[in-house]
């Protein structure tokens, strides 16, 4: 069961439960070799913060330990109460060459262990394959995928570099009702730090996966591009890099990696950084925990940012510390359309003008859309009141002469959001507009009734029923069900199984109108856009502001 609970851009902040165990997403899949403990999961997850950890059954079949994991089961062997997701070893047959078990195999030995979710056996392209044996590896991937017979398990997208193999994969998969999507194959990308095709690849799978179901980027482990695929709509990451670079030397940080033994002054506040000496860190059991933290930190700065809406602000940021990721991003923001689709209409921060990429944000692209569609060249001045040409900093916006008064300018207002001719309709010449004391335009009455609140925070109208009934022509529909009208008359929230259809072109935060039989039974906000409405069967879709009395 996967839960939305917030977006910016394509990123999400979710809440998966598999088993009874709740994680929030983004999050991070820590790789977990037992025969290499390098710090044990019961830490990970007190002292780190860690609830998803991943571990390969192949390995494990293989491991001295074998028979003490399956007699005591994964949870308990490594005493780690979270969620443990395992892989089927695709990699490590793939890096060794040959074919040394089996789908069947694999699959029983994870139910055997006792792992919350399993991974088939799928066939890993190399960017070296051919067209042929790419499409081959995509079809067995998914016949394999088809064997499964637990309940919650993991469907890899194959298809390699090949965009038109990948939509082939995710539309094959996508009737499958999988936990997780992993992306596969994508290691390449991650070595050779082509993180274009990365993205390239991603956006493909996007547009084609259903979007109640997180998607994993299965390889993806450096926190430098962590922001970047979440705000390409990836939603778990797995590591096995915090080890890898510890062994190697290497110190890792969310805009590289250093050289430990070149460290002088640590830049990194974590427990480790702080009670250690700079050529402490040198020592295997330092970095790796240092690594962890610094890979931990950087997901809950994700989390932080989509919560702040300012997730492109910290992806900007972070496309500054290497070019692969600038040129990754520019190419991610000629999807535009894309993003713009599930991109929250109005944010809760102001829009940082930051030069270079700012003028591709979906958020310019979408408010100089709706500016164009009620007929003007230049942007109205009443529009400085709204996000996204109020609340920011730095973007010049070329702004028309013409005045307007109030009626004017709360016409033009409710245009924008709800459409062209939408303002007349909604305030009529008699209205009485109140004001703040400091002159800001505050409520709408029409005869004592009121109308609608302008929004501080963003300049956007809140509508109330007696507005909502005067333009509900112009208002986005959401189709409920007869049985729960009565639940909405009391100020219920729409759940996004209830939504029985719904207009196009709805995005988080937008004004929606409940719908039972073609009438108006409640306003209130969108919390998802059309797309998810219609797929998820979790989470509330219409949070109801006032009924229609
Ligand atoms: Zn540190």
């Not at 994993?216 to 080890?243: E, K, N, Q």
């Amino acid at each position: 069961m996967f839960e939305l609970k917030d977006h910016d851009g394509l990123g999400r902040l979710g809440v998966l439960t598999v088993n009874e165990k709740s994680i929030k997403t983004p999050n991070l899949a820590v790789v977990v070799n037992p025969n290499e403990l390098s710090i044990p999961p019961k830490e990970m997850m007190k002292d780190f913060g860690v609830d998803l950890i991943i571990t390969n059954a192949y390995i494990i079949k293989n491991s001295k330990k074998a028979e003490k994991i399956e007699r005591k089961g994964l949870h308990d062997f490594f005493n780690f109460p979270g969620l443990i997701y395992t892989d089927s070893g695709t990699y490590q047959m793939y890096s060794q060459g040959n074919a040394l078990i089996t789908n069947k195999e694999t699959l029983d030995y994870q139910e055997k262990l006792g792992s919350d979710i399993h991974t088939p056996l799928d066939l890993f392209t190399t960017p070296s394959d051919n067209k042929k044996i790419a499409r081959f590896k995509l079809e067995e991937t998914v016949k394999r995928i088809k064997e499964v017979k637990t309940k919650n398990y993991s469907a890899p997208i194959q298809g390699g570099s090949y965009l038109e193999l990948r939509k082939e994969a995710c539309k094959k998969v996508s009737k499958l009702p999988a936990t997780v999507y992993p992306i596969g194959g994508i290691v390449p990308y991650m070595i050779n730090y082509n993180f274009k095709q990365l993205v390239k690849v991603i956006i493909e799978c996007k547009n084609h996966l259903p979007l109640n179901t997180p998607v994993h980027a299965f390889g993806a482990g450096h926190p430098m591009v962590f922001s970047l695929l979440t705000y390409a709509g990836i939603d778990l990451f797995d590591s096995a890099s915090y080890a890898l670079y510890a062994r190697n030397g290497k110190y890792v940080t969310e805009t590289g990696t250093k050289k430990a033994e070149h460290l002088t002054s640590l830049p990194c506040t974590c427990p480790v950084c702080t009670s250690h000496k700079p050529r402490e860190l040198r020592k295997f059991k330092y970095l790796v925990r240092h690594n962890l933290h610094a890979l931990m930190r950087e997901v809950r700065v994700i989390r932080q940012a989509i919560q702040e809406d300012k997730l492109f602000e910290l992806v900007y940021s972070r496309a500054m510390s290497h070019p692969n990721i600038y040129y990754a991003l520019r190419w991610l923001l000629k999807n535009k359309e894309l993003i713009a689709r599930h991109d929250p209409v109005r944010k809760r921060s102001a829009l940082f003008w930051t030069g270079g990429l700012s003028d591709e944000r979906p958020e310019i692209y979408y408010a100089m859309k709706q500016v164009k569609s009620l007929g003007f060249r230049k942007v109205p001045r009443p529009l400085k009141l709204v996000y996204p040409f109020g609340q920011s900093l730095g973007w010049s916006v070329n702004y028309s002469k013409k005045k307007y008064d109030d009626l004017g300018k709360l016409r033009l207002i409710a245009d924008y959001q709800f459409g062209k001719g939408a303002g007349k309709k909604l305030i009529p010449k008699s209205v009485r507009i109140i004001k703040t004391r400091n002159q800001r335009l505050h409520q709408v009455y029409l005869d004592d009734e009121l109308l609608f609140v302008v929004r501080a925070r963003d300049g956007y109208c809140s509508l109330h029923s007696a507005g909502a009934e005067r333009i509900k022509k112009y208002l986005k529909k959401v189709e409920a069900p007869e049985e729960f009208k009565k639940f909405y008359l009391k100020g219920r929230d729409v759940f996004a199984k209830h939504v029985v259809k719904c207009d196009d072109g709805i995005k988080p935060r937008m004004e929606a109108g409940v719908f039972v039989d073609k009438k108006l039974v409640a306003v209130g906000e969108a919390l998802l856009s059309s797309q998810e409405m219609m797929g998820f069967n979790w989470g509330t879709a219409v949070k109801i502001r006032e009924a229609i009395s």
